[in-house]
């Protein structure tokens, strides 16, 4: 098994469910389900799936930063919305991130996030090798 490292972003949640925001095994890093939550629980954005898109991504960046990859090593994302009548506007913010990068994406429509104010939850799993 290659080597495991977890990473935290100090989220509230993590400890309670019992998760890691970002995990690197090896080459690879797994990043969770990642939403417009602050540290303490609040969502940001409320009611805007553009700028709570942003938000989610940009949490995504700092775990991906802390477990030793960047942006541009993503290979694939999944969206979970909850109104996919509004897939311009979380695809806008997703090519924003990605548009140079290109991965393999999902966007898929959910009937609700664990806060009703979510509108959108990312995963993201990279390709990141410590050799380089």
Request: charged share 25%; no cysteine; aromatic share 8%.
């Amino acid at each position: 098994m290659s080597e495991r490292k977890n990473f935290s972003s100090g989220g509230k949640w993590e400890p309670v469910i019992g998760y890691s925001r970002a995990v690197r095994a090896g080459d690879w890093v797994h990043v969770a389900g990642t939403t417009a939550a602050r540290a303490d629980g609040s969502i940001q954005a409320p009611g805007d799936a553009y700028a709570q898109t942003v938000a989610a991504l940009r949490t995504v960046e700092e775990a991906l930063t802390r477990a030793g990859a960047r942006m541009a090593d993503v290979v694939r994302t999944r969206m979970f919305v909850v109104d996919i009548g509004r897939w311009e506007e979380y695809g806008r913010a997703h090519g924003e991130f990605f548009r140079g990068v290109l991965p393999a994406a999902t966007m898929v429509e959910v009937s609700r996030l664990i806060d009703p104010a979510m509108l959108v939850e990312i995963e993201v799993d990279a390709f990141s090798p410590r050799s380089r």
